[in-house]
């Protein structure tokens, strides 16, 4: 092990503090000279003891963060902003426009959850006749969102923003949802450069609707910290998943089937809406009537059209064309619980988008308990599905599952769609790499792998040593970097 100091010519420190050998919690302190930054705050999600991890860590409080850089709104890169803010912090948190409006959804979706939660909670411990616990109550609530929103502050991408002293900042296009930014940090001493770090974000695989590609910055770079989630992967070639989804489609609408997508409300349902759109313009199936079924993902495909200065080349045209429109005609949002129950008695074919993608929560569950034992009915999983997850007992084939509490035979059929993920997989990620080290001789660059589980960094740094001769650094929390 080198002392840190021999790698930057004024010390600079970065420490994990989630994300870090797993793919949530992103959060990173930079410390330089007086001045110190923190890059992402986001949850740990998955069960009761990650939700025993969304704390501010005593580290971050002691050094009193200058500024907060976000590089995208999902609630595992910004979730922890609501704690960081209720324990005193009031500097700005630098994000892109739509970052921004993104976040907001998020949070404040994130709080109703947390309060209705708390609130169920109450009446069980009143019946219980039993005290609440500190675990019972809320994380944050909307008025703790309310105050973080106040402290963004809107950056450009591509435009050096002075954020702290001594520190600058860059946002680079990441293509992984909309707003997100590959965040170059460049750390000055009296006007000298004394390092340049750059923080991936979570990058998107080239191609993905709407978005621009990654447009990785060519540095020199001392330290590049990177993503790694599908480091251990190849994902199926679009143009196959795209056959397989028109397939599915055309025989439902054969037989005059109702197809339920379960689906994340940002990005994905977006996505989804795209690709139909694609599959209706180019006559591969015939025009069908679509529910977005999921306010959220309403308020989303909004902020979307709001922001369409963001969208690549592609969709720019098929939006100022109005082809995108016109393929999209037959969409319907249902916005009140009343229209999604009107979908009940409809007769199919049509298709309906509902949340939550992993099926554990949301209309999806409605959907699913009225249709789960229809043979004509199918179900399209296009995303990662947890263990334990309804979505994931559908995935894994079992015969009978139990949906709100009604116990009920599998007879609809189960389609699993790969190749939607908006993760880059292996081939992409060293792709990336190579275009950041273009400009530097590979050998000084210290690459940190974090945002992915040990096995896909494992085999992600196995590949950079082979193509690059680098040897990657994979930190855990808490550790600060210490580069070999
Ligand atoms: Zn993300």
Redesign the pocket.
């Given at each position: 092990m080198r002392d840190q100091s021999s790698i930057f010519e004024a010390m600079i420190e970065i420490t994990p503090y989630g994300a870090a050998g797993e793919v949530t919690g992103?959060a990173y302190l930079l410390r330089f000279e007086q001045t110190s930054v923190l890059v992402d705050f986001g949850l740990f999600q998955g069960d009761k003891e990650d939700d025993a991890r969304n704390v501010v860590p005593g580290e971050i409080h002691r050094n009193h963060p200058h500024a907060v850089l976000l590089?995208?709104?999902?609630l595992?890169?910004c979730g922890r902003l609501p704690l960081l803010v209720e324990g005193g912090y009031r500097g700005p948190i630098y994000a892109t426009d739509a970052t921004r409006d993104l976040a907001e959804l998020v949070l404040m979706d994130a709080a109703h959850i947390q309060e209705s939660d708390y609130e169920r909670r109450k009446k069980r411990a009143q019946k219980q006749g039993r005290k609440l616990q500190r675990t019972d109550l809320p994380l944050f609530d909307t008025s703790d969102v309310e105050q973080t929103l106040e402290l963004f502050s809107v950056v450009e991408y591509n435009t050096p923003i002075d954020v702290a002293p001594g520190v600058t900042a860059i946002y680079h296009e990441a293509g992984?949802?909309l707003g997100?930014a590959s965040i170059e940090v460049i750390c000055s001493s009296n006007g000298n450069v004394c390092g340049r770090v750059l923080f991936s974000?979570?990058l998107g695989p080239p191609q993905l609707p709407f978005l621009r590609d990654p447009e990785p910055p060519s540095g020199p770079f001392d330290v590049v910290v990177m993503e790694s989630t599908y480091g251990d992967r190849e994902h199926r070639p679009l143009d196959e998943t795209m056959e397989q989804f028109a397939a599915i489609l055309v025989e439902a609408v054969s037989s005059k089937g109702k197809i339920f997508i379960p689906s994340f409300a940002i990005g994905r349902s977006q996505n989804i809406l795209y690709y139909i759109a694609e599959l209706v313009r180019t006559k591969r199936i015939p025009r069908i009537p679509i529910y977005l079924d999921s306010p959220m993902a309403i308020k989303a495909s909004h902020l979307y059209a709001d922001h369409h200065d963001l969208f690549d080349e592609e969709s720019t045209e098929l939006v100022e064309s109005g082809s995108l429109r016109d393929n999209l005609r037959t969409v319907r949002f249902t916005e009140t619980a009343e229209e999604s129950k009107a979908l009940n008695t409809k007769e199919g074919p049509f298709v309906v988008i509902a949340g939550a993608g992993m099926c554990n929560a949301g209309r999806i569950l409605h959907h699913l308990r009225n249709n789960i034992s229809d043979p004509t009915a199918h179900v399209i999983i296009t995303g990662y599905q947890a263990y334990g997850t309804l979505g994931r007992k559908l995935v894994d084939g079992l015969e009978n599952v139990s949906i709100m509490g009604d116990y009920k035979p599998v007879r609809a059929q189960i389609h699993t769609l790969g190749g939607m993920s908006?993760?880059a997989d292996k081939p992409h990620l060293l792709k990336w790499l190579g275009s950041v080290l273009t400009s530097a001789p590979s050998a000084s660059t210290h690459v940190v792998l974090t945002h992915g589980e040990d096995e896909a960094r494992d085999a992600l740094g196995e590949s950079i040593a082979e193509q690059y001769s680098i040897q990657t650094v994979l930190p855990y929390n808490g550790i600060t970097l210490e580069l070999p």
């Open positions: 992103s590089t995208h709104a999902h595992d890169h992984h949802m997100s974000g979570d908006a993760h």
